[in-house]
């Protein structure tokens, strides 16, 4: 690899949400060891901006999820686009690179390309999981694609697309054999206490959908497992006063569920069973070695849409189960129950949870299947999937034309 650039460039960011404004503050300081006097500017949350990133809007503007959903802000996301693809051709940065929403960012990066920019999608869509053929519509988009499963890259190969996998930055985060008790005693939880993390989403929106369906379910468990500690981790500021509002409509009483400012990590680490919403939750989940039930719903409309279009192409949704299958821990491995849509009640998910706390014989297994996809989330990789990430847009930018 070549040098760093002695001139100082820009690099264009555009991370969507929570999850990607992590994926962002991580590799503006991979980057920034290469390009120490680069400027990073795009859009990207509080992370992104702790690392002295520009946002030029707020990323809460990208944070929504479901056709229903995008379709009621169509007109306000298409002008947002508008506005910053000019912003980003005036700007003429080295790469754009959009992280995740790829409902969004593909769009931009389409356009920014045929400007001549050099784009990169960071975090492949699931093309194993919707539709393979959006792979060769991904490679009109971006120059490059960074995948964080192992199994992406061929998938994009059979498009002519270049994808590279960098490895999963969560798989750093987490180690092989987690701490119980340290996560623990830094919640002040009791050691010999039955503990239910609960994490109904990390965007308003789906707490909006989830939040009661899940905090019923708590109850009912409490109800059924005496000494039950529960605990709920906030996302951010507005999910933890939607969580707060649910909250106080409840019964207050010694099951009443422990509200915290994020610490989502520590709080899985700290739970013999996780109850969560579908989404990149279940791989931390998986990684802190947690039994889970994994609940989601979209709005009807938007789940009327997919089956009508056909769209899935897997019958599993949460990322270990197909992690599992991927990996060849069976065809029909399911580690992480999923009751999706209208199986997504109050019942069904206690149930599920209770038979989760009774067989500690299940518990064990599905730790030791967890274990092994976090090494092969590792792959043969070494260092950081920041750093590798980096190495992979840097490469790109000192490349020839």
């Known amino acids: 690899m070549s040098s760093a650039a002695e001139t100082p460039i820009v690099i264009a960011l555009i991370a969507g949400e929570d999850s990607g404004d992590q994926l962002g503050a991580d590799l503006i300081v991979a980057l920034r060891k290469r390009y120490p006097g680069a400027r990073f500017a795009g859009i990207g949350g509080a992370r992104m901006q702790a690392q002295g990133f520009e946002s030029w809007y707020d990323i809460r503007e990208l944070s929504l999820f479901g056709f229903a959903e995008v379709i009621s802000h169509l007109p306000r996301l298409l002008r947002l686009r508008k506005e910053l693809v000019a912003r980003l051709i005036a700007a003429q940065p080295a ?51 960074l995948c964080l499963f192992p199994m992406e890259p061929a998938i994009y190969a059979r498009h002519g697309v270049d994808a590279r996998f960098v490895g999963h930055p969560l798989a750093d985060r987490f180690a092989l054999v987690s701490d119980r008790v ?38 009912r468990v409490a109800a059924q497992l005496p000494g039950l500690r529960i605990i709920v981790p906030a996302a951010n500021t507005r999910v933890h006063a939607t969580l707060k509002a649910m909250l106080g409509e409840g019964p207050g009483n010694d099951d009443t569920p422990i509200l915290l400012d994020g610490r989502a990590h520590e ?73 999706m849509q209208d199986d997504c009640t109050p ?26 996809l976090h090494r092969a989330l590792r792959g043969e990789l070494e260092g950081e999937a920041g750093d590798h990430a980096a190495d992979a ?9």
């Open 182 to 219: 340290g996560a623990r005693d830094f919640l002040e939880l009791p050691q010999n206490a039955p503990v239910l993390a609960v994490l109904p989403g990390s965007r308003a929106s789906e707490v909006a959908k989830l939040g009661r369906v899940f905090l019923d379910a708590a109850r």
């Open 393 to 401: 847009i840097i490469e790109l930018i000192e490349r020839p034309r």
């Open 347 to 372: 019942e069904k998910l206690s149930a599920a949870v209770l038979a989760l706390f009774q067989d500690s014989q299940r518990r064990g297994e599905i730790v030791a299947a967890f274990e092994q």
């Open 267 to 339: 709080a899985m680490l700290a739970a013999d069973v996780v109850l969560l919403a579908s989404g990149t939750a279940t791989l931390e989940a998986m990684l802190a070695k947690r039994p889970m039930v994994v609940g989601y719903r979209v709005s009807p409309i938007s789940y009327r849409i997919a089956r009508a279009l056909n769209m899935l192409k897997t019958d599993v949704y949460a990322l270990p189960n197909i992690l599992a299958r991927a990996c060849g821990l069976g065809e029909q491995a399911m580690l992480a129950p999923e009751l």
């Open 95 to 145: 790469v754009v690179v959009g992280i995740d929403a790829p409902d969004f960012n593909l769009g931009v990066e389409q356009r920014v390309r045929a400007a001549g920019l050099r784009t990169v999608h960071y975090v492949s869509p699931s093309v194993w999981a919707w539709r393979e053929e959006r792979a060769a519509r991904i490679g009109r988009s971006a120059d490059r694609v």
